[in-house]
């Protein structure tokens, strides 16, 4: 599975983005999606995913209230909605395919990485 991020750009502090993330596959069947985000000098953090099965959704706490992880599976894209951005926020924003077990929140449990697409929240 391919996976192409895109949606990123310059937005002042209290504006929102919408990330989307679309797949090379014919489907999504199976695969639960996460987004993670990485800002220069700090590791890889996770901040939302959600599961093929069921849809549930999974989010950092950083990104509760905030961001909303939505799947169109007709599209075979997710989105990630971000209100209220904020100067942290600014990162370079990663989506990822999940098939194994575990853990949605660790990133060694993702098979497959899109490149990122940078987000960069001005004050």
């Known amino acids: 599975v391919q996976l192409q991020a895109y949606g990123g750009g310059l937005v002042q502090a209290g504006g929102s983005l919408r990330l989307s993330c679309a797949a090379s596959?014919?489907?999504?069947?199976?695969?639960?999606i996460g987004w993670f985000r990485q800002a220069p000098g700090k590791e890889r953090e996770f901040v939302a995913a959600?599961?093929?099965?069921?849809?549930?959704?999974y989010y950092a706490d950083s990104a509760k209230g905030r961001f909303t992880i939505s799947r169109d599976n007709a599209k075979i894209t997710v989105y990630q909605q971000m209100n209220s951005l904020k100067p942290e926020d600014t990162a370079d924003y990663y989506c990822?395919?999940?098939?194994?077990?575990?853990?949605?929140?660790?990133?060694?449990?993702?098979?497959?990485w899109g490149q990122g697409t940078q987000v960069t929240v001005s004050s």
């Open positions: 990822a395919a999940k098939v194994r077990s575990g853990s949605y929140y660790y990133s060694g449990n993702y098979d497959y």
């Open positions: 596959e014919r489907t999504f069947s199976g695969y639960s």
């Open positions: 959600i599961t093929w099965g069921t849809g549930s959704t």
